[in-house]
């Protein structure tokens, strides 16, 4: 039996979608623990792509996946999800955790008025609901997956929450009425369509851990966008490090055996916020280009930049990370050289820790450290010793400043085109 946790360590859209599909050929169950429909995690299997932003991306190797109770869900969005899957021949083994908290009309009127009403100090949100969802679990006014199961409990919730958030939408002069029938009657068929996958799913894991099954738990985003330890405010609102799996799925902390920190080549940040390394020359263009860096759920264009190690380093002392799996290495190639930020400079002191505050971040220098690039990649090449020889010593270099040894190299974004190190 093994445990095996993926995260993102960086600003998200890593690809973990394609690694976690990767690793689930040997797992029983995979665990989405935090996060919601701002995920969107992109599978692709010779010419089918599948994009998916709530279903563990383990279904489509037709492994159980569990929504836990550290996820954030729009029912609306998760059924269009599973219909879509299942027109595609895909039925998803779908189990979703009872105590999973909702994502409620009302949280994406929010979502959108709070970042109208901060203007250019926006923070670039996905605007679905995420940040006022969380808050109101946090501030005990949720809606859980069970209360969608019974009206009466439901029609309780509502008499109590929708009189709040009216007052908070009429503040922001929204001029929108929640009709509580209608909430009441659509959340309550969503309820009666979903009440098939709803359970107790932390005792569905302990009980698959007690039969030596295996688990893979799918982060979403990345360490950069945790709420503790990403770039404060400019975050999302959910626990991304390792911890967050442990509460976000309802298992213990010590039953995690293998904790694998994708990290993409270079660096990508959707959204506002600082980014120390961002080129906003032909470079970054070209990164943005080749590396098809277009939002999976926003379709925003991607911020790119060089691979940052000052944050790479951050994500491995969060989170413990035992093994890396570097992805995108072929979007490198003809390069004629290749940047890595290996520590910043912070008004005239080098420093090689990610400061608190953002006001340091924004003015952080970068300091570099300058490869050979090389010309390309074969997408058939298996072995990390058949990839050029610059290539290596870029994958090298990154293993011996963050101790940690890389486990997997990505070197396009089907299946195949995976290098198991
Ligand atoms: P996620 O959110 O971490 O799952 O990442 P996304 O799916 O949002 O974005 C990653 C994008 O890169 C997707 O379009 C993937 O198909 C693609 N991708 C993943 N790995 C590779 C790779 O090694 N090379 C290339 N060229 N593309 C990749
Ligand atoms: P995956 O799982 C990249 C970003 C948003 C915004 C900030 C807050 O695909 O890597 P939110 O809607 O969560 O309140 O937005 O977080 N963000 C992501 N960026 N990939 C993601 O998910 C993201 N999920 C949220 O762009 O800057
Ligand atoms: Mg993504």
Redesign the pocket.
């Known amino acids: 039996m093994t445990v095996t946790l993926v995260i993102?360590t960086q600003?998200?859209?890593?690809g973990?979608g394609k690694v976690v599909d990767y690793y689930s050929k040997n797992a029983d169950y995979v665990v989405r623990f935090q996060?919601g429909n701002?995920?969107?995690?992109t599978i692709k299997v010779g010419e089918e792509v599948y994009k998916l932003h709530v279903v563990p991306s383990g279904v489509i190797q037709g492994k159980t996946g569990i929504i836990g109770n550290g996820v954030v869900i729009d029912p609306d969005i998760l059924l269009q999800e599973i219909d879509e899957l299942i027109q595609r021949g895909k039925k998803p083994k779908l189990l979703i955790s009872d105590r999973a908290n909702i994502i409620m009309p009302y949280h994406k009127i929010l979502?959108g008025a709070e970042e109208q009403y901060l203007g250019d100090k926006k923070?670039?949100?996905?605007?679905?609901g995420?940040?006022p969802c969380y808050s109101d679990k946090v501030a005990r006014n949720g809606i859980r997956a069970i209360d969608l199961t019974n009206e009466d409990r439901l029609k309780k919730l509502l008499d109590r929450i929708l009189p709040l958030k009216q007052k908070l939408i009429d503040i922001y002069g929204i001029k929108t009425t929640l009709e509580q029938k209608e909430i009441l009657k659509t959340y309550s068929a969503y309820g009666k369509r979903l009440q098939e996958y709803i359970t107790a799913t932390h005792l569905e894991l302990y009980n698959a851990m007690q039969k030596k099954k295996n688990i893979l738990l799918e982060?979403?985003?990345?360490t950069m966008?945790d709420v503790e330890f990403g770039t404060y405010p400019?975050?999302?609102?959910s626990h991304v490090i390792a911890g967050g799996s442990s509460i976000g799925a309802g298992i213990g902390p010590r039953t995690i055996d293998e904790i694998i920190g994708i990290v993409k080549a270079y660096t990508t940040?959707?959204?506002?916020?600082p980014f120390p390394t961002e080129l906003l020359d032909k470079t970054g263009q070209h990164l943005q280009k080749v590396g098809h860096e277009i939002?999976?759920?926003?379709s925003?264009p991607r911020r790119c930049g060089w691979l940052d190690l000052v944050i790479i380093r951050h994500s491995c002392i969060l989170s413990g990370i035992t093994k890396l799996a570097i992805t995108k290495l072929d979007v490198l190639n003809s390069l004629p050289e290749i940047k890595v930020c290996t520590h910043y400079n912070l008004n005239g002191k080098k420093i090689d820790y990610f400061p608190a505050s953002i006001d340091d971040v924004a003015v952080c220098k970068p300091v570099y450290k300058t490869f050979k690039g090389w010309d390309t990649i074969d997408s058939k090449t298996s072995s990390f010793f058949a990839l050029p020889k610059e290539a290596q010593t870029y994958l090298r270099f990154i293993e011996k400043e963050t101790t940690v040894p890389i486990e997997l190299v990505s070197i396009g974004p089907g299946r195949s085109e995976t290098i198991d190190v």
């Open positions: 993102g600003w998200g859209d890593e973990k996060g701002n995920a969107g995690h979502d923070i670039g949100t996905t605007k679905r995420i940040g982060g979403a985003q990345g966008l400019f975050t999302t609102s940040r959707v959204g506002e916020g939002g999976t759920t926003t925003r």
